[in-house]
């Protein structure tokens, strides 16, 4: 039989391995523009961002980036849910935030290699445009703030 410490152990290494799978996975799945279009509908709303712009503000961050596009203004978010930008005033209501992994987002500022980035909202989701390729299938927060 087990003694009360080695099965203490065991439990402890086998949730800290799944919460190192749960936290190394990436959020977020690039799409051909087209083939966005097609599976999320057409865009509904959007604003745009100077790449340089976005690379810099993605070097306040560590692992996660949050995005909310509302009424011809965007707030950017990251871990922690920390302001990293805003163009508009922002409180924190607990409002729900697109969260995408940080190396997405610079899969596809690499991928897309355009100067322009074109945050968009669509009937029931949120996207990031960079030249042909769009970021798709981020994570609400809450309740998935990671």
Do not use: W
Not at 46 to 73: H, P, V
């Amino acid at each position: 039989m087990f003694s009360t410490k080695k099965l203490f152990l065991m439990v402890l290494l086998f949730v800290s391995f799944l919460s190192s799978i749960t936290y190394s996975q990436e959020i977020g799945q690039i799409f051909d523009s087209k083939e966005a279009d097609e599976l999320f509908g057409p865009v509904l709303e959007k604003m745009s961002i100077n790449a340089d712009e976005l690379r810099a503000i993605l070097s306040s961050t560590d692992n996660k980036i949050m995005f909310r596009l509302e009424n011809n203004s965007y707030t950017i978010l990251g871990d922690n849910r920390k302001l990293l930008y805003c163009t508009d005033n922002f409180i924190d209501s607990n409002q729900v935030f697109h969260l995408y992994s940080k190396s997405k987002v610079l899969e596809l500022l690499n991928k897309g290699s355009e100067q322009t980035v074109i945050l968009e909202n669509r009937r029931n989701v949120f996207s990031i445009t960079v030249g042909n390729y769009t970021l798709e299938k981020g994570a609400p927060c809450p309740p998935n703030c990671g």
